[in-house]
């Protein structure tokens, strides 16, 4: 008989939910982690600057009333510090904590098929059996640092913003250089400019970043929309974004160009990345009514920034509007206005390589006393790639998704039985609101073992020929819009030689709820139950 009913791998949004929900379920649970604290992408990436880019009231869990009533956030987008104290309340007020192991590293986890169990490994030495293996190691873990010649010779401390250091960096009237212009980069770079002696922020492919309009969280609006917040949470479950979005529901092409401008303008004021996309229906599915909008930006950017020709460089043209994650920041194209603040340009002169001063692009040297890499992850399936995970057979699942990575609903991958991920390859993940598919997949997780412990079975498969068809229409969805026109992480192109993969699904989180019930509904159509 197996140690536990349930192994969950990491403790951030995912893992702390999979805890309660499996646990209230009356299953045996332990959270493996390896961070010194719970909140996983939170705890890491506690770069200054980090801020969540979706809204405070949408960003936080839904299952528990009391909780949603008793949280107030200080803030319209939640700094990390909050998030990760929102994180650590969840694990006090639900008694969470004796069942998660901090500072433990899960390192192998192997399918005994004669015994129908997963024998999980952790870096502490520990062997542990469970029932059921229940991945929770975030989609943006393992983080990348380029392998730039030379980065070991480097004086001065580097930084990568995945895994700052707890006790800070110092930058005070040094001359730091900056890797990386995507969401972290642009948020990263006006807190460095505040205090650097000076700042070498060096772009590859120039960004969209649109503003926050961040602001305190009115107590009197707080507590009138927390009067509506049940029905509030099931628009959410039901929307395409896991955000309900106002926009007008009409395409951009079919109105009148001035009605158009008039309308991104005032979306502009209020600010937010999912209200100014969602503004209208053609704008990540119709190149000419995308252009539209970049142009928009572009020109935002023409009349924030003073030097013309920093300018130019600083507006996207390389992808389509939103194809790649849109940015939000209040202050980094105004930041190029300091004296103290240089653009340089490493796509027409790429960096070449690190020296103990600085670095070297094919331009010139730069010389620098610290450098911080807002490089990325190698996401979606980088985390569980590190890993060893091993199905049926003792097949590698690195060498499963050797060709990309792929899973029946985006939640179990064939051949590897008993194994869900919570918010895996295949599920809308990423381009939806995180917490909202990180509940709808633990409760469907929890109801998928409830029903093969009710009914006596030993484990569930995705059955290959189910996985294919659903990730042939993950494709088919993600071509029939502009996201796969960008070389972004959600297709692996930061990745080199990593499988050119769109992985998230784009079907909308509300109707994805719905195939996923029906699934189960039609006692778990796609999967092998075996007794
Ligand atoms: P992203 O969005 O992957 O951005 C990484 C940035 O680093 C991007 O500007 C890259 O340029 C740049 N990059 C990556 N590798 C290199 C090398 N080798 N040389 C120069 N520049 C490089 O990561 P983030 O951390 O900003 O955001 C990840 C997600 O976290 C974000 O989408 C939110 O969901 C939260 P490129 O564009 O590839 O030319």
Redesign the pocket.
Known sequence: MADLDVVVAGAGFAGIYAVHALRSAGLSVRAFEAGSGVGG?WFW?CYPGARC?VESKDYSYSFSPELEQEWSWSERYPAQPEVLRYLNHVADRFGLWPDIQLGTRVTAAVWDGERAEWLVQTDDGQQRTARFFVSAVGC?SAH?V?A?PGLQTFAGPWYH??QWPKEGADFAGRRVGL????????QVAPEIAAVAGHLYV????A?FAVPNRNKPVDPDWEHAFKAGYREYRQHARESFLGVPIAGTGRPALAEPPAQVQANLAQKWRDGGGMPFLGAYTDVLVDRAANDIVAEFMRDRIRETVADPDVAELLCPR?FPVGA??L?QSDDYFAMFNRPNVTLVD??SA??DSVWPGGLRTRAGDYELDALV?????D?MSGALNRIDIRGVGGEPLTEKWAAGPRAYLGVAAAGFPNMFIVTGPGSPS?LSNMVVSIEQHVEWIRECIGYVLAGGYCAVEAKPSAEDAWMGHVTEVAYSTLFPLA???YIG??IPGKPRVFTPYLGGVGPYRARCDAVASADYEGFVLSS
């Open positions: 992408t990436n880019d943006l990348q380029p730039l913003t995945g890797i990386g212009t995507g969401s972290t980069g642009i060096f772009q590859r492919t960004n390389a790649k994650r940015c490493i796509r790429p960096i890499f807002a490089t990325g992850f996401a990423v070389d972004s992480w192109a930061n």
